[in-house]
C-alpha cells in the first residue's frame, strides 16, 4: 500500500512538471526542440516517407491513369461529343440557326447554299462519308445521300457565276488579286462569308501540302462573293472593283441538290441536321435506352428499333441469376474447404482453381461441345432414355447456354471470397451454439450463416460485377437470346463503328454499376465485405 | 485420494478411450466420476488429453471406447444440443453479430422459452455476473474480463446442471483472473453446479477446485483434493507440475514401514517418507517444497537431515527471498523464506547446512 503510494505522488510530480513545462510553451504554437514548430518539424520528418511511398506506386499509378482512367475518361466524352456536324457543316448550321423546322418545307434557297460551300470542303477532304455515317445512326438513308451527292457536288451549274464576275472584273480570275484582297482587314469585314471560305480554302490547302499561289481557284469563292455582294450590308465597303450583279443570273442551289438527290428537299432531314447541330448531344445516351430526340423533343423509338433497355434488362436478371446460382453451388463447397484440414483443403482449393489455368475461350467452347443438341450432356440423356432422340434438349444458343457457362466459369470467385472468410469463423462459435441447445440448423442459420454474410457479399459482388460485363462466353454459347450488354457495345465498336452509342452504352454499364455498389453499401454497408482476413 | 461411492455419482467416465488417428490413444483408459455439485478441475500440459475429455462430455467428440455417464444415463449417442451442459469457451465463442442481451437468450430462444420469461430469465443472469447495464452493447464493444462475464452467463442462463469450462481466464490479465477465480467458484457453489473446468494453470486449479484431476500422457496421474496434491504427490510428475519442487536423484538403501532411507549420488544420506518405491535398490526422486526446505539450525528438528550447501543467487520477489543452492549436485535447488523481520538474507557463495522434516520429503519414482 504504502508502495503504491509512493508511486502516485511520483506520477504527480512528474505531471506537474511537464504541466509546468507545458505552460511556458503554450504562448504560441508547440515548438519542437530546435525551436521550429512542432508541425513543422513533423511534416518535415513525414515528408521522406511519404515521397517514398509515393515512389513505390508510381508504376503503378502512371499505369493506371495511362490504360485505364484515360480511356475511361475519353469513352465517357464520346458517349456526349458530338462536334463533326458543326466541323464539317459550319456554315449550314449558322443558316440553320434561324429556321423554325414546324412546317414542312425543307429551309430556303441560303440554307443549301450554305451546305453547297460545306459540302465542297467535305468532299474535298472525304469526310462527307463520315458525316453521311453519323447522321444515318439518327435518320435512315444519310449516309447515301451524302455520298451520291459528294460525287456529284463539282458538276453543280455554279460556273455560271464565277464566269459572269471574272467577266465583269477580269482581274479576280488571278488568285494573286484574291490573295491581296483577302489580306485586307476591311474588305474581310465586309465580305464576311466569302472571307470565311477564303480561309477554309487556304487552311486545307495547306493542310494538303500545296501552295495557294498556283493553285486554280474554285467555283466556291465566287458563289460565296456572289452572296455576300447580294445579301452584305456592308459589302460596299469592300475594296473591290466595280460590280453589279443585279442582272445576274443565277444558281438554284436547291434545285441542284433536288436533282443530285430528292432526299434533300426531306424536312425530317434538315429537322435531324438542326437537332444534332450543337457539339454536344445526349443523342447516344438517348438511343442506348431506345429514346431519340427529334424535332419535337425525346420520344420512344420504332418498336422494331428498341432493343437496349430489353438488352440490360436481360443483362442485369440474368447477371443475378449466375450471381445466385454461383452462391448456391460455392456456399458448400467453401464450407466443406474451410472445415478440412488444411491438406485436403490445400489439394480441393488447387481443384477450384484448376479451371483458371485453361483458357476461357477453350473452356466455353468445351461447353459447346457439352451442351450442343448432339453433344455429350443430350447424348448422355438420351442414352439413358431421359430424352427422347427426337426431343433433345435445346441448352445452348440460348440463355439456358449462357447461365450454364458463366456460372462454371465465375463460380471461383465466389468460392474464394465465401471460403477465406469462412475460414476465419473458428469453429468455437457454432460449438458454443450447440452446447447452447440449437439444433444443427439452427447454429447453422442463427450463429454461422450471419457470420459468412461478408463473404456472401463480396462473392456476390465480385461475380455480379464480372458477370454484367461479361463477353466471350455470351458470345460462343449465348446466340441471340443469351447475349448481354457488352456484345452489343462489341458490336458497335468493331462492326457499325457507332463508337459514340458504344461508350454511351458502355457508360450506363458503369453507371449502373456504381449505383448498385452504392445500393449495396446503403442495405448490407461496404464494411461487411470482406475478402478475407 | 477420496474415494467416491458409484450410487452418489452424477458424472461418470468408464474406462473411456479416445484416438483421433487409430494409431494413438489420446485418452487411454479413463475412469473419473463425480458427485453432484463438485468443482472438478481437470489439470495437465497441452496435448495431456484434458480438453478431448471436456470435449467428449459436451458431445464435440465421441469417446472411441467406453462409456460417459450423466445422472447414471450413457451420454455417448446423445447430440450435444440435447445434453443440456452449459459450456464456456477458451475465446468465450460470444456471438459476435448478436448483442449481450440476444447472446444470452439465446439458449432460452432454442428451448421455446416464452418471451415474457426470456426477459426475465436474461436479466437474473447478468445480475448474477453483475453486467446488467451492458445488456444492448456488442461483444466487441466489452473488455475480456466483460466478455468473461458474459460468457459465463450465458453458460448459466438456461440452468444446466453441469458446466464445462474450457480455460475460460487464459486471456486475462492476473489481476482479473484472480477475482474472476473467485466470482466463478463463488457462483458454481452458490448454483450447486457440477463443474468440470479446464486449465494448464496450476495455482486456478488450486485455489478453485474441490477436486483436481491432474493429466498427463492420457492417463490421470492423479486426483485428489488440491491439499493433498500439493502436499502428498503421488508420483514425481504430479511433484514435479503442482507448484515449485525440489528433485535430488539417488537410491533407497533402506525402507522401513512407509520411511526409508535414500543415498543421493554424491554418497549422503536422507531420510524420506516411501510413495511410490517398494524396493531397496530403486532409483528414486527425492521432492522436496522450497517453502519446507529451512537453513535456520535453531528451527531445525534435533533428528532432521542436513545436507551441505553453496548459496548460488539470491531474488528479491518482495513478499518472499527466493535462493537458489546447490545442493548434493543440483544447482538448480530452490529456497524461500518469508519476508519477515527477522528472515536471515544469504549472500551468493555462502556456505551453509540444509535440513527438512522427513514427512515433507517424499521419494517417488524416477
Not at chain 1, 477532304?125 to 439518327?138: F, I, W
Not at chain 1, 440423356?381 to 457457362?405: E, H, K, Y
Not at chain 2, 462409456?67 to 459476435?96: C, W
Not at chain 2, 494453470?201 to 488450486?206: G, K, P, S, V, W
Request: proline content about 5%.
Amino acid at each position: 500500500m504504502r508502495c503504491r503510494k509512493l508511486r502516485m505522488t511520483v506520477t504527480n510530480s512528474f505531471n506537474r512538471t511537464s504541466k509546468e513545462r507545458d505552460a511556458v510553451v503554450s504562448a504560441g504554437p508547440m515548438l519542437a526542440a530546435d525551436g521550429t514548430p512542432l508541425k513543422k518539424s513533423l511534416a518535415r520528418a513525414l515528408r521522406v516517407q511519404k515521397m517514398r511511398a509515393l515512389l513505390l506506386i508510381a508504376p503503378l499509378l502512371v499505369f493506371v491513369l495511362i490504360s485505364f482512367i484515360a480511356p475511361i475518361v475519353d469513352m465517357l466524352f464520346r458517349s456526349v461529343e458530338n462536334q463533326i456536324v458543326s466541323d464539317i457543316l459550319p456554315e449550314t448550321v449558322m443558316a440553320l440557326e434561324t429556321w423554325d423546322g414546324s412546317g414542312d418545307q425543307p429551309p430556303a434557297e441560303m440554307a443549301f447554299e450554305a451546305l453547297y460551300l460545306d459540302l465542297f470542303f467535305a468532299t474535298e477532304k472525304k469526310l462527307h462519308t463520315r458525316l453521311g455515317s453519323r447522321l444515318n445512326y439518327e435518320i435512315t438513308g444519310a449516309a447515301s445521300l451524302f455520298r451520291k451527292t459528294g460525287r456529284r457536288i463539282g458538276r453543280f451549274g455554279t460556273d455560271v457565276l464565277t464566269s459572269q464576275i471574272v467577266a465583269q472584273s477580269p482581274e479576280l480570275a488571278n488568285v494573286a488579286a484574291w490573295q491581296e484582297l483577302m489580306g485586307d482587314t476591311e474588305t474581310r469585314s465586309a465580305l464576311p462569308l466569302t472571307a470565311r471560305t477564303w480561309d477554309r480554302w487556304t487552311e486545307y490547302l495547306i493542310q494538303e501540302g500545296d501552295d495557294v499561289a498556283t493553285t486554280p481557284l474554285e467555283d466556291i469563292h465566287f458563289a460565296a462573293l456572289y452572296f455576300d455582294l447580294r445579301d452584305g450590308v456592308f459589302a460596299t465597303n469592300a475594296r473591290l472593283p466595280a460590280l453589279d450583279i443585279t442582272n445576274y443570273e443565277t444558281v438554284r442551289f436547291r434545285d441542284e441538290f433536288a436533282s443530285a438527290d430528292d432526299g434533300w428537299l426531306d424536312v425530317e432531314f434538315w429537322r435531324t441536321v438542326q437537332t444534332y447541330s450543337p457539339r454536344y448531344t445526349p443523342g447516344y445516351f438517348l438511343n442506348a435506352v431506345d429514346l431519340k430526340k427529334d424535332y419535337d423533343g425525346i420520344q420512344p423509338r420504332p418498336e422494331s428499333q428498341q432493343i437496349y433497355v430489353t438488352l440490360f434488362g436481360r443483362t442485369l436478371s440474368m447477371s443475378l441469376v449466375i450471381t445466385l446460382a454461383c452462391l448456391l453451388l460455392g456456399y458448400p463447397v467453401s464450407w466443406l474447404l474451410a472445415n478440412l484440414p488444411a491438406r485436403t483443403a490445400n489439394l480441393l482449393l488447387i481443384l477450384v482453381l484448376l479451371p483458371f489455368w485453361t483458357s476461357l475461350l477453350v473452356r466455353t467452347s468445351a461447353w459447346k461441345v457439352m451442351l450442343q443438341q448432339q453433344g455429350v450432356v443430350n447424348d448422355t440423356l438420351v442414352w439413358l432414355g431421359f430424352v427422347d432422340d427426337a426431343s433433345r434438349l435445346i441448352m445452348m444458343n440460348n440463355q439456358t447456354g449462357t447461365i450454364i457457362a458463366m456460372t462454371h466459369i465465375l463460380l471461383p470467385f465466389m468460392i474464394l471470397p465465401l471460403y477465406s472468410v469462412m475460414k476465419t469463423i473458428p469453429p468455437s462459435y457454432v460449438r458454443a451454439a450447440k452446447s447452447l441447445g440449437a439444433t444443427n440448423w439452427t447454429a447453422f442459420w442463427r450463429v454461422y450463416f450471419p457470420q459468412s454474410v461478408p463473404g456472401i457479399g463480396a462473392g456476390s459482388i465480385l461475380v455480379f460485377i464480372l458477370a454484367i460485363g461479361y463477353y466471350i462466353t455470351p458470345e460462343i454459347v449465348g446466340g441471340t437470346s443469351g447475349i448481354f450488354i457488352s456484345n452489343r457495345i462489341a458490336y458497335h465498336i468493331s462492326s457499325s463503328l457507332n463508337w459514340g452509342l458504344a461508350a454511351a452504352l458502355g457508360t450506363i454499364l458503369l453507371v449502373a454499376v456504381l449505383v448498385l455498389y452504392w445500393v449495396y453499401d446503403r442495405v448490407v454497408g461496404i464494411d461487411n465485405v470482406k475478402l478475407g482476413g | 485420494m477420496t474415494e467416491i461411492p458409484t450410487n452418489s455419482a452424477f458424472l461418470q467416465f468408464e474406462r473411456v478411450q479416445k484416438s483421433y488417428d487409430g494409431e494413438t490413444l489420446v485418452v487411454k483408459d479413463l475412469n473419473l466420476s463425480m458427485p453432484k455439485g463438485e468443482f472438478l478441475t481437470m489439470l495437465g500440459p497441452s496435448g495431456s488429453g484434458k480438453t478431448t475429455c471436456l470435449m467428449m462430455l459436451a458431445g464435440f467428440e465421441t469417446a472411441t471406447h467406453g462409456e460417459i455417464l450423466l445422472d447414471r444415463k450413457p451420454i455417448n449417442h446423445i447430440p450435444p444440443h440435447k445434453r443440456g451442459i452449459g459450456m464456456v469457451f477458451q475465446n468465450y465463442a460470444l456471438f459476435p453479430h448478436m448483442s449481450v442481451a440476444e447472446n444470452l437468450s439465446f439458449p432460452l430462444e432454442v428451448r421455446k422459452v416464452s418471451k415474457s420469461d426470456r426477459e426475465g430469465k436474461v436479466m437474473r443472469a447478468l445480475e448474477m455476473v453483475q453486467m446488467e447495464e451492458f445488456d444492448n452493447r456488442r461483444p466487441a464493444q466489452l473488455s475480456g474480463g466483460q466478455q468473461q462475464r458474459v460468457a459465463l452467463a450465458r453458460a448459466l442462463v438456461f440452468e444446466p446442471e453441469v458446466v464445462l469450462m474450457d480455460e475460460p481466464l487464459g486471456a486475462l490479465d492476473k489481476q482479473l483472473r484472480e477475482h474472476m477465480q473467485f466470482e466463478i467458484t463463488r457462483l458454481a457453489h452458490n448454483l450447486g453446479i457440477t463443474t468440470v473446468y479446464v486449465t494448464h494453470d496450476q495455482t486456478e486449479a488450486l485455489t478453485m477446485s474441490d477436486r483436481v484431476a491432474v493429466f498427463d500422457d492420457g492417463r490421470i496421474q492423479q486426483l485428489a483434493t488440491p491439499d493433498q496434491l500439493y502436499e502428498e504427490p503421488e508420483n514425481s510428475f504430479v511433484a514435479q507440475f503442482i507448484g515449485e519442487n525440489n528433485t535430488l536423484i539417488g537410491t533407497v538403501k533402506s525402507i522401513a514401514g512407509k520411511t526409508g532411507i535414500v543415498t543421493l549420488d554424491n554418497g549422503e544420506e536422507i531420510a524420506a517418507k516411501m510413495v511410490n518405491v517398494s524396493n531397496v535398490g530403486d532409483r528414486t526422486k527425492v521432492s522436496i517444497r522450497p517453502e519446507r526446505v529451512e537453513f535456520n539450525r535453531e528451527r531445525l528438528h534435533a533428528d532432521a537431515h542436513t545436507l551441505k550447501a553453496e548459496v548460488k543467487e539470491f531474488i528479491y520477489m518482495g513478499d518472499i527471498f527466493r535462493f537458489r543452492l546447490a545442493v548434493a549436485g543440483n544447482e538448480d535447488f530452490i529456497v524461500k523464506t518469508r519476508n519477515a523481520p527477522d528472515a536471515v538474507k544469504l549472500a551468493p557463495g555462502q556456505k551453509i547446512e540444509i535440513g527438512w522434516l522427513a514427512d515433507d520429503c517424499h521419494a517417488l519414482d524416477a
